[in-house]
């Protein structure tokens, strides 16, 4: 469970908290219209809600994240591991700016690249930074 709420970002605004979990190919949301006071009060509302529903998530429940594919925005390589037999790579949100167009998140892998993926307001399309 720890490993999971590590591999989670979360974003507090004034009207929204967004959370985000990048694994091979996809980008995971989820948002909240929770209202807290500071960024540690919503970051702890939102990891206690995460902990209480991980079990149901376990048991094939939903962990209600929408899912996002950032394959064609991260590329063919970023994701995968060098070699054949090599540990899967794990990627990790760095950094996420919301704007009104969208949302502007760095992912990072355990090779330590990096990646920018653009995501559109409402969650439906992923694209590269570059492009």
């Known amino acids: 469970m720890k490993e999971f ?3 989670v970002t979360c974003s507090v ?5 967004a959370c985000f979990s ?3 190919k996809t980008l995971e949301v989820r948002t909240s219209e929770m209202r807290v006071s500071n960024m540690d009060e919503g970051i702890s509302n939102v990891h206690k809600s995460m902990t209480e529903e991980l079990p149901r ?7 209600e ?5 950032i394959a064609q925005a991260v590329g063919p390589t970023f994701p995968n591991p060098k070699g054949f037999g090599d540990p899967p790579v794990r ?3 760095s950094a996420v700016d919301r704007s ?3 949302w502007r998140i760095e992912i990072r892998n355990d090779r330590s690249e990096s990646k920018t993926v653009i995501l559109s307001r ?3 399309t992923a694209t590269s930074a570059s492009q």
């Open 5 to 7: 709420l590590d591999s």
């Open 100 to 102: 009104t167009s969208g």
């Open 91 to 93: 990627l990790k949100i």
């Open 65 to 69: 994240f929408q899912r996002v594919s």
């Open 122 to 124: 409402d969650f439906e």
């Open 57 to 63: 998530g376990l048991s094939a429940a939903s962990y």
């Open 22 to 24: 990048a694994s091979s």
């Open 13 to 17: 605004y004034p009207d929204q908290i």
